[in-house]
C-alpha cells in the first residue's frame, strides 16, 4: 500500500475515511471521500502531471500540472521539507486560463529549492495527490567553502596556505596569439568550405593555397590525436569555477579527469549521447504565408537538437519557433510566415544523428502577377496527429526506461564483482607481508584526523592518490559540525578498525596509504507545523485606466481576517476600492482604475504577507462602435480616391502609423495624413488595382499597441481568361471545352463570357454570343472533322477584357461512351430474371450499337458476360436465364459505339432467383403509444404469416390523413424494419387519421387503421409547478426592481392569473407567460408594493397555486442619541432614542456593540432587541467603554450611534508574587524502544514507510542501517527523527532495497537496537 508523507488531516477528519483508488496517470493516487457519488460529479485526477526536473542552479523553472474534476478542483502545493514561500522572486503559483496548466514557478533555481514536491487537487469529493523531485546542480566547487564546512574556523595553517588564489593559464592566450596561423586554422576547422577565402581575407593571410593544405594535412591528423594534442579545442575558465567545452564530435567521447596541483579532484566519463529517431522530419508543403511545421520524435529524452535551414544554423525568433516536449521526445520547429525564399532542406541534428526533409513553398501566382502581397494565412502545414506523437513517443519514453534500468542494473553488478575480485587479491599478495604495518597504521590513526568527503561527484568507494587535498592529515581527537553529536573516535581501539576492515570491502587500500572516511553531521528532520501560511500569493497586476482589477490572495485557513496596505498605509473599502474575503480567499477589487491606484500592495494576515505591484496603463484604445465601421471594406474604382478615419484614445505621445500590405505610408503625392488630438485620417489618391489590399492602422505609446484591420478593393478591367484550354469532349457532332477563370477580374463578379468560332482555312469569325458565368462551353454545331479556332472574352461591370485564343481543335476524335444507369431488376423468378436499363448520357459523339451485360453471384469476384461476346444486346432490356435457383445475383452493363465498349455502370441490387413473393397481411395490435402537440408516436406488431395466402413482412409504411382531407399523405418515403414509428410536424390540435401498411417483395398488404381518430396534443397534465427551490418570501429594496419567476408544466395549455392580497395585480406590476414559465417584474418598487402574490395556474384537469410574500423596505435610519447610567455596580444601563423608521417597519430591532480599553475590537453584546433599553453587566472598574447602537431590518443595518465614554477610577494594589524553590529532576536513561520495527512486504514500485518509538535521555543519535551499511547519507532515503519517533522512507521500492533494515540508538548511557526485514513483492 502506497503511504504519502505530507497528507490534508483537516480534509481527511471532515470527511472521514477515505476510499483509495488509483489513477489511469502512473503515480497519482486519489482518495474519494464518500462511498457513492452523485450523478456527474467526480473526484479529483491528474490529466497530465508535475515530472521530476534536474536543473542548474540560477535557472528558472516550473512544475506543470492539468487537473480534472467536477465539481472544479482547487490545487495547492506542499514541499517535505519546511513550507513554500511564495513571493515574486523566489516561487510563484500561476493558472493559465486558455490551456487549463496550474503552475509552480522558480524564477531563479536555488540549492536550497532542492525538496521533494506534492501537488494537491481537492474538491468536495475526493483528493489527488503526486509527487515531483527538483533537484539543483550547483555551480562550481569552491576548496574554501568546503573545508570551512569541515573545520569551521579552526582550519589548520598548512592547508590554510592552499588556499590562494591562482590563475589557470590554460586556454589564455594574448591578442597577438589570436591572429596566430595556428587560430586561423582552428576557425577554418570549424568554418564552411564557402568562408574559408573571406576568414583568411579579414586576418591578413594571403597565402589562400597553403592555407588549404596545411587545413587538409590538420584534417588527415585528427582521428589520431589525443586530448593533449587538441588542447586549443578545450577552454577553460578562471579560479573557482572550472569546465570543460569540447566539439560535438564523435571521437570526443572519453574519460575527462581535473588535476590540482598533481592531485585528482574530479573524474567525469563524457559521452556522446546515443539517440536516434524515432521518427524523423517529413516533407511540409505550405502555401505562401502560410506557417509550416517539422515535428520529430528522439528514442532517448534530450532537452534540446541543432535545426539547421538550408546549412545555417536556427534559433528561437519571430521567424523560427523550437519547442520541446515534458517528456524531451517531441521536438518542433515552426516557419512562420513562409516566403519563396524558405524554401529549401530543413535538418534536425541530435548528437551523431540527424534527418532532413524538403519545406516545399508554392507562390501565391494570382496576387503576385497584379503585384499584390498575399493574405496571411493562419493555418498550419505539415500538422501530425497529436495523439500518434503522444503514443510513439510514449513507447519510446517506456523503452528507454527499461534500457537504462537494465543497464545500470549490469554496470553495478560488474562493478561489484570488479571491486570483490580486486580487494580478494590483495589480501591474497599482502596479507602476509603487510600485516605488522597495517597494524601500526591503525593504531597510529587514532590521533590523526578524520577526512571528510565533500566532493558529490566522486563515488564513496573511490581510492584518492597520495598528492589529493582531500588526503592531507589534521591532527584532532574528534570533528563536530553544526550541533550533531560528535563522530566516533577512529582510534577507541584496534578491534573496531579490523571488524570495519572486514565488513567494507570498498576501504582496502595498500599499505602505507591513507584512508578516506565518508563522515558527516546527522542533521535532525523536524516537522513543525506552519500555522496560518498563503496558498496562493498576490500576483502583479497591470490595469487599465477605467476599467477594473483585482488582486487576490487564499490562506491556509478561513478563520484568519487580514490587512490591506497600499505603499505601506493601510486601507478599507470605499467607493473605488472593496475588500472582499470569501473563505480563505481574501479580495481587494479595484472600481474604475485612475492612476492614483497605481503603487504597492501588500495583504498581512498573523505575521505572515504577500505583495505585489499594480501598475496603472494608459494604451491606446478604439472607439468599438467606430471600429465596427471601420473594419468594412472600402470599394472604390480605379483612379478613384478613398478615405479612412478612425478616433482613439490613450496616454499621449502616441505614434500613429498606417500600413498597406504590410508597407508602412508616409506623405506623398497621392498619399496623405493627417493626424489630430483623439483622430487619424489616411487620404489615397488616384488608386490602382495593384493598391488593393489590407490597410492597418497600428497604434502604439509606452504602454503598449493597437491595430485596426480593414480592407481595400480597387475594381478595374478583368484580365484575359487563363490558358491552357481543355478539351472536354471533341466527336463528330459536339466540341466542349474548359478554361481558368482570369487571374485578376477586377475586383467584380464575372458577368458573362464572350465567344467567337473561326473555322480553319476561313477569314471570318462567328460570334457564339455572351454564354454566362461558367468558364466552359459545348459547341454542337460543328462538322465533323473540320478543325476550329475559338476567342474567349471575359465581361464584367467594369468592361470587357483582353481576348485568350484557343489552338486548334478537331471535331470527330474517338472517344468512348460513358457507363449506363444502373440496372433494375424488373421481375424475378426461379429460372429467369427480367432486367432494364437507360442509355449512357455521354455517348463519346457517335450513336449507341448496342451493350454487354455481366452478371456476379453474391460472395465470387469473378464477373461473367451473360450475352455472347459476338452478339451484342440491341434492346435496352434483358432476360437472363442461366440462373440457378435460390442464388443471388448483381448485374451490371456497358455501352458499345464506333470506337469500342465503354465504362460499366454501378452494379444493380442483389436479387434472388426465385419466384414472387406474395403480399403480407395486416399489422396486429395498432396502437399510440405517446404523443404531443407535434409528433405522434405508435407501435404494432408484426402481421402473422398464413402459408399460400401471405408471406414475411420486411417493411411498413404509416400514412395519416387530416379529417377534412380524403388524401392519404405517407410519412416515411422508405421502408421502416422497426415495429414503431413517430410521425413528426403535426398541426397542434388538429385530428388525424392514422394507418399502417406492411410489404415485402411481393408488394404491399392491406392497411390497418386505428380505430378513432387521434388529437394532436400531449396527454392531459394537472397544473403543477417544477421549481427546484422556490422561496416563499422575498425582501427588495425600494427604487430596486423586483422579479420572480415560476416554472410549470400542463396540458392543455392554461390560463395564468397573478393577484396581490387576492384582488388582481395593479398595472405597474407586469406579467409575461411564455410556454411553461410566467414571469411577474415590478419596475421600481415601492413599499406599497408590500403583500402576498398569488399565481393561479388552471386548465381543464385542475388548477395549482403559489404564493409568496414580497416585502419592499430600505436600509434604516441610525437611532438617536445614546445615554450611559449605572444602576447597579458592575453593570451600566443604555438608553437611546428610536430610529425614524421604527414606526413604519414592523421589522425593524436593535443591536449593542461594546469595545473596552484593553481590546482593540468591537464585539456585538446584545442583538434582536425590540425595545430602547438595554443592561450590560461585567463592567470592570479602571476600564474605559464605548457603546454603539445600530437599527437593523431585513435590508441590513444602519450607521452606529456611538454612546460617551464610560470610565470607573480604580485604586491600584501592590502585587506581590512568591516564587516556590524549584527542585532538580535527573530523567537520563538509556535508550529504549517504546515501538519497534514492524516486519514489512511491499509491492515493486510504491512507497514504503518505516517507523519506531524510542525514548532516552539525553537524546540518542539515531543512525538506520540496511545490511549493516548506513543509510543517514543516503539521498534515496528520507529519514527523519521528531519527538522520539524515527521514520525511513523510500518513495519507489525496488529489488535493490530488499534487505535487513536496523536502526541503532546511543546516548552516554547506553545503546539499543531493533531490526526488521523488507520483502520487495513482484
Not at 29 to 36: D, G
Not at 992 to 1002: H, K, L, P, S
Request: hydrophobic letters at 35%; one cysteine or more; aromatic letters at 8%.
Amino acid at each position: 500500500m502506497k503511504k504519502s508523507k505530507v497528507t490534508d488531516q483537516a480534509a481527511d477528519r471532515q470527511k472521514g475515511l477515505g476510499i483509495k483508488k488509483k489513477s489511469k496517470v502512473a503515480g497519482v493516487m486519489i482518495t474519494q471521500f464518500e462511498a457513492e457519488l452523485p450523478e456527474g460529479k467526480t473526484t479529483p485526477d491528474f490529466s497530465r502531471k508535475p515530472i521530476a526536473i534536474t536543473i542548474q542552479e540560477g535557472k528558472s523553472t516550473n512544475f506543470k500540472a492539468i487537473v480534472v474534476g467536477n465539481p472544479k478542483p482547487i490545487v495547492t502545493w506542499t514541499r517535505a521539507n519546511g513550507e513554500i514561500v511564495f513571493h515574486p522572486d523566489t516561487c510563484r503559483q500561476n493558472y493559465n486560463e486558455s490551456s487549463h496548466e496550474h503552475t509552480l514557478e522558480f524564477p531563479k533555481v536555488a540549492p536550497e529549492d532542492a525538496d521533494t514536491y506534492k501537488c494537491y487537487a481537492t474538491n468536495d469529493y475526493g483528493r489527488a495527490v503526486c509527487t515531483a523531485v527538483l533537484n539543483v546542480i550547483e555551480v562550481g566547487f569552491s576548496k574554501a567553502k568546503e573545508l570551512q564546512k569541515t573545520y569551521g574556523d579552526d582550519i589548520p595553517d598548512f592547508l590554510r596556505k592552499k588556499l590562494r588564489k591562482r590563475t589557470i593559464a590554460v586556454g589564455v592566450q594574448d591578442d597577438k596569439m589570436a591572429t596566430s596561423e595556428a587560430k586561423i586554422l582552428e576557425i577554418l576547422m570549424n568554418a564552411d568550405k564557402k568562408d574559408y577565402e573571406r576568414i583568411c581575407a579579414e586576418y591578413g593571410f594571403t597565402n589562400f593555397r597553403g592555407m588549404l593544405k596545411k587545413l587538409k594535412q590538420m584534417k588527415q591528423e585528427e582521428e589520431g590525436m589525443d586530448i593533449a594534442e587538441e588542447s586549443e579545442r578545450f577552454a577553460f575558465d578562471d579560479e573557482v569555477k572550472h569546465s570543460l567545452i569540447q566539439l560535438d564530435k564523435k571521437h570526443d567521447g572519453g574519460l575527462y579527469t581535473k588535476d590540482e596541483e598533481g592531485a585528482s579532484v574530479f573524474t567525469a566519463n563524457f559521452k556522446v549521447p546515443e539517440v536516434d529517431f524515432a521518427l524523423k522530419i517529413q516533407e511540409v508543403k505550405a502555401d505562401e504565408r502560410q506557417d509550416a511545421l517539422f515535428t520529430c520524435v528522439l528514442t532517448a529524452p534530450q532537452n534540446e537538437i541543432k535545426w539547421l535551414g538550408k546549412n545555417e544554423p536556427l534559433s528561437n525568433s519571430e521567424k523560427f519557433e523550437i519547442t520541446v516536449s515534458e517528456d524531451e521526445l517531441i521536438h518542433k520547429l515552426i516557419v512562420r510566415d513562409c516566403s519563396p525564399s524558405d524554401a529549401g532542406i530543413y535538418a534536425a541534428v541530435a548528437g551523431i544523428k540527424s534527418c532532413n526533409a524538403w519545406l516545399v513553398v508554392e507562390e501565391d501566382k494570382e496576387a503576385s502577377s497584379i503585384g499584390k502581397k498575399p493574405a496571411r494565412k493562419n493555418t498550419l502545414a505539415g500538422v501530425e496527429a497529436d495523439a500518434d506523437l503522444l503514443r510513439i513517443a510514449k513507447e519510446q519514453q517506456e523503452r528507454y526506461q527499461l534500457e537504462r534500468d537494465a543497464a545500470e542494473e549490469a554496470a553495478r553488478l560488474k562493478a561489484q564483482a570488479a571491486r570483490k575480485q580486486s580487494v580478494e587479491a590483495k589480501k591474497k599478495v599482502e596479507a602476509v607481508a603487510e600485516e605488522p604495518e597495517r597494524r601500526a597504521s591503525i593504531k597510529g590513526q587514532r590521533s590523526s584526523s578524520i577526512v571528510t568527503d565533500v566532493a558529490d561527484p566522486i563515488e564513496e568507494n573511490e581510492e584518492i592518490g597520495e598528492n589529493s587535498l582531500f588526503m592531507e592529515s589534521v591532527e584532532v581527537d574528534k570533528v563536530t559540525v553544526g550541533d550533531g553529536p560528535p563522530t566516533q573516535d577512529i582510534g577507541e581501539g584496534k578491534d573496531k578498525v579490523e571488524e570495519s576492515e572486514e565488513e567494507e570491502e570498498d576501504e582496502q587500500p595498500a599499505a602505507g596509504k591513507r584512508v578516506r572516511v565518508r563522515q558527516g553531521p546527522l542533521i535532525e528532520e523536524t516537522i513543525m507545523d506552519p500555522g496560518v501560511h498563503f496558498l496562493i500569493g498576490l500576483n502583479d497586476c497591470k490595469a487599465i485606466i477605467g476599467e477594473d482589477a483585482e488582486l487576490a490572495c487564499k490562506l491556509s485557513t478561513e478563520d484568519c481576517v487580514g490587512i490591506w496596505y497600499k505603499d505601506g498605509e493601510e486601507i478599507k473599502s470605499n467607493e473605488g476600492m472593496t475588500i472582499i474575503k470569501e473563505g480563505s480567499y481574501h479580495k481587494l477589487k479595484l472600481h474604475k482604475v485612475p492612476e492614483e491606484f497605481a503603487g504597492k500592495y501588500k495583504f498581512e494576515a498573523d505575521g505572515r504577507k504577500t505583495e505585489a505591484l499594480v501598475v496603472v496603463e494608459d494604451p491606446p484604445r478604439f472607439d468599438p462602435e467606430e471600429l465596427k465601421t471601420f473594419i468594412t471594406p472600402v470599394t472604390v474604382k480605379k483612379g478613384h480616391r478613398a478615405t479612412f478615419s478612425l478616433s482613439y484614445i490613450g496616454r499621449e505621445p502616441i505614434k500613429v502609423q498606417w500600413f498597406l500590405e504590410g508597407e508602412e505610408l508616409s506623405d506623398e503625392a497621392n498619399i496623405k495624413l493627417e493626424n489630430s488630438d483623439g483622430n487619424t485620417r489616411l487620404l489615397l489618391i488616384k488608386l490602382q488595382r495593384k493598391d488593393s489590399g489590407e490597410v492597418k492602422l497600428k497604434l502604439k505609446n509606452e504602454y503598449g499597441t493597437a491595430e485596426g484591420l480593414t480592407e481595400l478593393i480597387v475594381r478595374d478591367m478583368p484580365t484575359p481568361p487563363m490558358g491552357p484550354v481543355e478539351i472536354v469532349e471533341a466527336s463528330s457532332s459536339a466540341i466542349e471545352i474548359k478554361w481558368r477563370p482570369p487571374k485578376d477580374s477586377g475586383g467584380c463578379q464575372i458577368d458573362n463570357y464572350i465567344l467567337e468560332r473561326q473555322q480553319i482555312g476561313r477569314n471570318t469569325w462567328k460570334k457564339l454570343g455572351p454564354i454566362g458565368p461558367l468558364a466552359k462551353y459545348r459547341d454542337s454545331d460543328v462538322d465533323h472533322g473540320r478543325r476550329y479556332c475559338y476567342r474567349i472574352r471575359v465581361e464584367t461591370e467594369m468592361g470587357t477584357s483582353d481576348m485568350m485564343e484557343t489552338e486548334d481543335i478537331q471535331a470527330g476524335t474517338k472517344a468512348y461512351p460513358g457507363p449506363p444507369s444502373t440496372p433494375k431488376v424488373v421481375s424475378a423468378f426461379k429460372d429467369c430474371i427480367n432486367l432494364s436499363w437507360s442509355p449512357p448520357a455521354n455517348t463519346g459523339g457517335t450513336s449507341i450499337l448496342g451493350y454487354n451485360l455481366e452478371k456476379r453471384k453474391k460472395g465470387s469476384n469473378l464477373w461473367g458476360q451473360v450475352n455472347p461476346s459476338q452478339e451484342m444486346i440491341k434492346a435496352k432490356g434483358f432476360a437472363v436465364k442461366d440462373v440457378v435457383e435460390g442464388m443471388e445475383y448483381e448485374f451490371r452493363v456497358s455501352a458499345i459505339n464506333n470506337s469500342g465498349a465503354g465504362e460499366f455502370s454501378t452494379p444493380s441490387e442483389f436479387v434472388f432467383a426465385r419466384d414472387p413473393k406474395k403480399p403480407p397481411g395486416k399489422v396486429l395490435d395498432l396502437k399510440v403509444t405517446d404523443s404531443s402537440y407535434t409528433t405522434l408516436c405508435l407501435s404494432w406488431v408484426k402481421p402473422k404469416d398464413i402459408e399460400g395466402v401471405t408471406d414475411e413482412a420486411k417493411g411498413y409504411f404509416v400514412e395519416i390523413r387530416p379529417v377534412e382531407d380524403t388524401e392519404w399523405h405517407r410519412c416515411n418515403s422508405n421502408v421502416v424494419t422497426t415495429n414503431f414509428y413517430t410521425v413528426k410536424n403535426l398541426k397542434s390540435m388538429a385530428m388525424y387519421w392514422v394507418r399502417v401498411i406492411a410489404t415485402n417483395d411481393g408488394g404491399e398488404g392491406e392497411p390497418q387503421d386505428l380505430n378513432n381518430y387521434i388529437l394532436a396534443m400531449p396527454p392531459p397534465v394537472r397544473p403543477r409547478f417544477i421549481n427546484s427551490k422556490i422561496k416563499s418570501f422575498m425582501v427588495v429594496q425600494a427604487g430596486n426592481s423586483a422579479r420572480l419567476t415560476l416554472n410549470f408544466e400542463a396540458s392543455p395549455w392554461p390560463e395564468v392569473t397573478w393577484l396581490k392580497d387576492d384582488v388582481p395585480v395593479s398595472r405597474r406590476v407586469t406579467i409575461s407567460n411564455a410556454e411553461g414559465t410566467s414571469q411577474l417584474l415590478i419596475p421600481s418598487a415601492v413599499r406599497s408594493d408590500s403583500g402576498v402574490y398569488t399565481i393561479v395556474v388552471k386548465n381543464i384537469v385542475g388548477q395549482e397555486t403559489f404564493s409568496i410574500e414580497i416585502r419592499v423596505t430600505d436600509e434604516p435610519k441610525p437611532p438617536g442619541p445614546v445615554e450611559i447610567e449605572e444602576n447597579v455596580p458592575g453593570t451600566v444601563t443604555i438608553s437611546w432614542e428610536p430610529s425614524p423608521d421604527e414606526k413604519r417597519d414592523d421589522r425593524l430591532y436593535y443591536m449593542v456593540m461594546k469595545r473596552d480599553s484593553s481590546k482593540r475590537t468591537w464585539n456585538t453584546v446584545a442583538d434582536h432587541i425590540f425595545n430602547n433599553r438595554f443592561t450590560a453587566c461585567s463592567i470592570m472598574p479602571g476600564r474605559e467603554y464605548r457603546f454603539r447602537v445600530y437599527a437593523k431590518n431585513d435590508m441590513g443595518a444602519s450607521k452606529p450611534s456611538e454612546s460617551p465614554k464610560w470610565l470607573i477610577p480604580v485604586k491600584k494594589e501592590k502585587f506581590t508574587v512568591n516564587m516556590p524553590k524549584s527542585q532538580t529532576c535527573n530523567l537520563e536513561c538509556p535508550p529504549r524502544f517504546l515501538v519497534p520495527l514492524k516486519m514489512h512486504v511491499a509491492p515493486q514500485g510504491y512507497e514504503c514507510y518505516m517507523s519506531c518509538a524510542l525514548k532516552g535521555d539525553p537524546t540518542p543519535h539515531v543512525t538506520w542501517l540496511r545490511d549493516n551499511v548506513s543509510l543517514n547519507t543516503n539521498t534515496n532515503y528520507y529519514i527523519s527523527n521528531t519527538c522520539g519517533v524515527c521514520s525511513l522512507l523510500i518513495l519507489r521500492v525496488g529489488s535493490k532495497d530488499t534487505g535487513e533494515y536496523k536502526v541503532v540508538a546511543e546516548n552516554p548511557m547506553g545503546r539499543a537496537e531493533c531490526s526488521t526485514k523488507l520483502t520487495v513483492r513482484e
